[in-house]
């Protein structure tokens, strides 16, 4: 097997881990702050804030973190955040109170990057031709850790207690970062660079190939209208159900969607590396967009499982052909500097969303949460049309030639 696809399956594998691991933990959140001593309407701002925290500083550090990988290797930046993540997750088993849980995921969120590090990794280090399916393949994994995590989080909690939990998932976390250290190997390794920008520059610098910034812009809309809509569906589950079996149906929602994003990433990176990946992420949006207004009409919980399956199938083309554009389109030598830019653009999107949507939820209800998701989709399209596969037009062939023969 040649070395890139080496690296893609080793990663695909350790993301698994990773996300199935971090997913383990984020539903018993609240439960956790009870046991901490957290109650009545308290266990709901705190809950809030302690989510929000691990993106909120992710979305600042972001691209420091992509600077260093540029400079030292994006290998090195996998390590530094499993190894990191491990010891802080450990360390939150043993949290005391509300304010040490909030430190530990706002330290946690300033360390984080294994996801991201991984994709700069394989999208640097595997032949043009071939980053859509490997990136695809990439976000497979990422997506099947997170439907199988709160599955086994579930089991372990009744079994082994809230605290335990943190300490497999440090646990988990820690072998990825071993498997890396032992068995993925980094062909492309920066050189050393004595060019000293800061994060203006660079933003600008990486900016400078205009279909850039506009990537950034689909990437936060991708996230704010998917996770405006995600957190509340426990609630309009229950409300199908008539509170019947919630939390059964509450999983297999969610469980779906990314059963279907896992089987189609793949095949849609696959896709892009011959149809073009801008086609991939504009028709996609579209089936989106399609997918998700009709939830805010279903009067059945089948309707709602089956539209949530068509819409995972449609995500899969999402996020994945946007990492392979920003790959083609990112300057040389700052390749994991634009993705710490595009991952930033993508966290804020995971921290409004959810702000957003809880708010239109408490003064429209939660069906309003569909036609609000799918109207930012429609409006992704609209820019992705009429803004970003112009630009993508108007790029310099002969740049993209010579960016090929350097590889």
């Known amino acids: 097997m040649s070395s890139w696809k080496r690296n ?49 500083t992710a979305f600042l550090f972001s691209p420091f973190w992509g600077r260093m990988a540029d400079r030292h290797g994006r290998k090195l930046m996998i390590l530094r955040s499993g190894f990191g993540m491990a010891v802080v997750i450990i360390l939150t088993g043993f949290a005391t109170g509300p304010v040490s849980l909030l430190l530990l995921r706002l330290l946690n969120g300033v360390i984080s990057g294994f996801i991201p590090a991984s994709i700069a990794l394989v999208a640097t280090n595997t032949p043009k031709k071939h980053v859509g399916y490997a990136l695809g393949t990439l976000n497979s994994g990422a997506v099947a850790g997170a439907i199988c995590g709160p599955l086994f989080g579930g089991i372990m909690a009744e079994s082994f207690g809230f605290r335990m939990i943190f300490n497999i998932t440090g646990v988990c976390i820690l072998i990825a970062a071993i498997v890396v250290l032992m068995f993925v190997k980094e062909e492309s390794i920066p050189t050393s660079q004595k060019e000293k920008t800061n994060a203006v520059q660079d933003f600008k610098r990486v900016t400078g190939n205009s279909p850039i910034l506009s990537l950034f812009v689909v990437g936060f809309l991708i996230q704010f209208a998917l996770l405006g809509m995600n957190p509340l569906i426990p609630l309009f589950v229950q409300k199908l159900t008539d509170g019947q079996n919630v939390a059964l149906f509450a999983g297999i929602a969610p469980s779906v969607m990314g059963f279907a994003n896992m089987i189609v990433s793949p095949k849609l990176g696959k896709l892009g590396d011959q149809k073009g990946s801008q086609n991939v992420l504009y028709y996609t ?77 408490s003064m429209a209800g939660t069906r309003a949460l569909f036609l609000f998701g799918g109207a930012i989709l429609l409006i992704n399209v609209v820019f992705v049309k009429w803004k970003v596969l112009p630009e993508l037009g108007r790029q310099n062939k002969p740049y993209y030639q010579a960016k090929e023969a350097f590889h």
């Open 285 to 361: 949006l579209i089936g989106a967009a399609a997918f998700s207004i009709p939830q805010a009409f279903v009067v059945d919980l089948w309707q709602l499982i089956a539209l949530r399956f068509m819409l995972g199938l449609c995500i899969g083309g999402l996020l994945p052909s946007v990492n392979s554009l920003i790959k083609k389109l990112a300057p040389e030598g700052m390749e994991s500097r634009t993705y710490g830019f595009s991952n930033s653009a993508v966290y804020l999107g995971n921290m409004l969303g959810p702000v957003i949507g809880g708010w239109l939820a």
């Open 8 to 56: 893609v399956w080793i990663l695909f594998v350790c993301q698994f881990l990773v996300l199935g691991a971090m997913t383990m933990i984020m539903p018993f959140l609240p439960l956790y702050l009870q046991e901490l001593g957290v109650a009545g309407k308290e266990v709901s701002i705190w809950a809030g804030f302690i989510f929000g925290a691990n993106f909120f």
